[in-house]
């Protein structure tokens, strides 16, 4: 290791981030600052990559947790010889740039996760770990390994204050995820204020105590950051990796080093000084022959790994062809074009919960595409998710397709999204629909990232019934639907049910969620099964055609289009019933389709669903009437809650006739 060359390489970096953050008046200077040393042995030495191929399979992967210190990021892949460029670092967080305010998917080579909401990264980092240890599983043979990457997140307080974030680490502890290896920031700052105002925990001590392997090192001494990290990769004793790295915040700033201040972007103020301090010239954006050198030839002997891969993967490719091809669709995000057709048709007379028929529709999806991984939240027997054969995932298997994540929401949601970022298999998860609060910021992400993720939300309207207001979401629906780039789907009989999770599979460039009764709903097998299932795809369709001049449109989605077509029953010849499993689909939709099935001659609307009434008056207009659920459920049996609250086919009836 050329610890003089790192050292000044750390300076140049720091110079990197000072000039960026003062050339915009904006950013966060404490972590670039303190964690340069960091940078240097990881970029310099530690982590294996090819900046050419920002994208190779068995790179060590790095999250940055932290992602308000992006800086620190964009500096060192410039310095690796990533295609980001010192235009690239001089338009940090302008309009259009490759380098924004916080680190995002697929806008710079080399980031691997979106980050930014504090503790987000350590789930996503677990989430690749674990995407790593079941591609290592399924593809590596006797012969030929292609992949043993290691996985590492970088962190600091504020991430490791966040639940999200201890969620995860006790699920990684537990699972034994030994390719793992988080680097904790621990300059004793957060934003606000010295970090012992908020915390007074032992760090080691608690990651012990999660099944963990924990080292306190300076983090700013090259040798000691080489060597923890040297065998932090070398052991693979069955325990995921902490190096708590002692760092100054903001160092290099002597006005704000070390303290509170240090963390935004006020040490820019002092530039000039700073630069001095480091012994960079008045030039900014100063990168010098010696450190350009260094990661040229650094990048060359790294070539010398990565050929030596290439052709062992070349040879796998050819003595494993169907592991081979299962490996390209999943890295391509290929899904089988007869998808729907390979799911079979429900029985005319089932009346089963939709949470039951997705349970048996998920069992066609996973044979049909081996690289869908399912999870729940200590939830299986009740969200139905289960895949039937598939094993369970942990240290004991990692080929097993289900994830035991236990009653952690919020980290079940981040840590898929790892998954996702990995791009080598498909996830989906589970819990109840009311939960689905707490896996909400990391759906968030998942959208903002188009990320393909599925999410089966089961016990989806107050017709869970005796539970309870606490477990009777009213808002979920309506709340994710307001998330831009997510599909919320809420099928109303089975064949929707199949219908909604090809969709979700087919759908590579954002998440969905699935909303399922717990209670029995019938099945609609006067229209086509194809009628049905196709109804998925455009968002909504005309499930019950008027048999006269049409005269009203009921809309429904959910248990509730059995009120709409029973009360269309009794109203007459002129109403036509339209589902509505997924509204951003079908406003996804042609004018011309959405006129086939909304035409605007017909301004007599009701629409029905059991749960806030906001969303659908762009359907039925300010003619039309909406019955919703505007306020919290009741504590009763579903039927007598429904009841209570309006969700009933005769309460559609009496709308229907007080429409002008």
């Not at 670039?32 to 068995?58: H, M, T």
């Not at 460029?85 to 305010?101: E, M, N, Q, W, Y």
């Not at 390719?179 to 606000?192: F, G, P, R």
């Amino acid at each position: 290791m050329n610890q003089h060359i790192l050292a000044q390489a750390a300076n140049e970096a720091r110079g990197l981030a000072i000039d960026a953050v003062n050339a915009c008046s904006s950013g966060h200077l404490g972590l670039p600052l303190g964690c340069a040393e960091i940078g240097a042995v990881l970029f310099g030495g530690s982590l294996r990559y090819q900046a050419d191929a920002p994208k190779w399979l068995n790179r060590d992967r790095l999250i940055l947790s932290a992602g308000h210190g992006s800086m620190f990021l964009y500096s060192w892949l410039h310095l690796a010889g990533y295609a980001v460029g010192i235009d690239d670092v001089k338009a940090f967080r302008k309009l259009h740039s490759i380098t924004p305010g916080h680190p995002e998917f697929e806008e710079t080579p080399g980031v691997e996760a979106t980050t930014g909401p504090l503790g987000q990264g350590v789930a996503n980092a677990v989430g690749y770990a674990m995407s790593g240890k079941a591609a290592a599983a399924k593809y590596n043979t006797s012969e030929h390994t292609i992949f043993d990457h290691h996985v590492f997140g970088l962190l600091g307080d504020g991430c490791l204050q966040e639940g999200v974030a201890r969620e995860a680490i006790a699920y990684a502890g537990h699972n034994r995820l030994d390719n793992l290896v988080l680097i904790y920031d621990s300059n004793d700052v957060t934003l606000d204020a010295m970090a012992d105002v908020t915390q007074s925990e032992d760090a080691e001590a608690y990651f012990t105590s999660q099944g963990w392997d924990a080292v306190t090192i300076d983090g700013h001494n090259l040798e000691q950051i080489a060597s923890s990290l040297a065998q932090a990769k070398a052991d693979d004793n069955g325990r995921p990796k902490v190096i708590i790295a002692k760092t100054e915040i903001g160092r290099g700033i002597p006005e704000v080093a070390g303290t509170a201040k240090g963390h935004g972007e006020g040490g820019a103020n002092f530039a000039e000084t700073a630069r001095a301090g480091l012994g960079l010239p008045e030039q900014t954006f100063y990168v010098s022959d010696e450190v350009k050198a260094f990661f040229a030839d650094h990048q060359a002997a790294l070539v010398s790994d990565f050929d030596a891969w290439n052709g062992t993967y070349s040879a796998w490719k050819e003595a494993n062809p169907a592991l081979a091809a299962e490996l390209a669709d999943g890295i391509s995000g290929a899904v089988p074009s007869d998808l729907l057709d390979r799911i079979p048709e429900f029985a005319s007379d089932y009346n089963g919960a939709t949470r039951a028929s997705g349970g048996e529709v998920i069992q066609s999806v996973a044979a049909a595409m081996p690289n869908l991984l399912t999870g729940s939240a200590d939830l299986y027997g009740s969200t139905k998710n289960y895949i039937k054969d598939g094993g369970d995932f942990g240290a004991d298997d990692f080929t097993g397709r289900n994830i035991w994540f236990g009653i952690r929401e919020h980290a079940m949601a981040a840590m898929c999204n790892g998954i996702a970022y990995d791009g080598l298999f498909r996830i989906s998860c589970a819990t109840f629909a009311v939960f689905a609060d707490y896996l909400r910021p990391s759906v968030r992400v998942a959208a903002l990232a188009k990320l393909p993720v599925t999410y089966i939300l089961t016990h989806d309207s107050v017709g869970v019934g005796e539970d309870g207001p606490t477990h009777q979401p009213v808002e979920t629906v309506s709340g994710l639907r307001v998330i831009p780039g997510l599909d919320v789907f809420r099928p109303a009989d089975a064949e929707e049910t199949a219908g909604a999770w090809s969709a979700s599979m087919h759908r590579t460039d954002g998440p969905s969620a699935l909303f399922l009764t717990r209670q029995n709903v019938p099945i609609y097998s006067e229209t086509p099964v194809e009628t049905r299932r196709e109804g998925a795809y455009y968002g909504a369709y005309v499930l019950k055609q008027e048999q006269g001049a049409l005269e009203t449109i009921i809309l429904a989605s959910g248990s509730e289009v059995a009120h709409a077509m029973a009360a269309a029953e009794e109203l007459g010849a002129g109403v036509r019933v339209v589902s509505v499993p997924c509204m951003e689909r079908f406003d996804r939709q042609s004018e011309e389709y959405k006129l086939s099935v909304l035409p605007a001659s017909c301004t007599r609307r009701v629409a029905i669903e059991a749960g806030v009434s906001g969303l659908w008056w762009k359907y039925v207009g300010c003619g039309g009437k909406v019955l919703g659920i505007d306020r919290f459920g009741m504590s009763a049996p579903g039927d007598t809650v429904m009841q209570q609250l309006g969700m009933t086919s005769a309460d559609v009836v009496a709308a229907v006739n007080d429409l002008a």
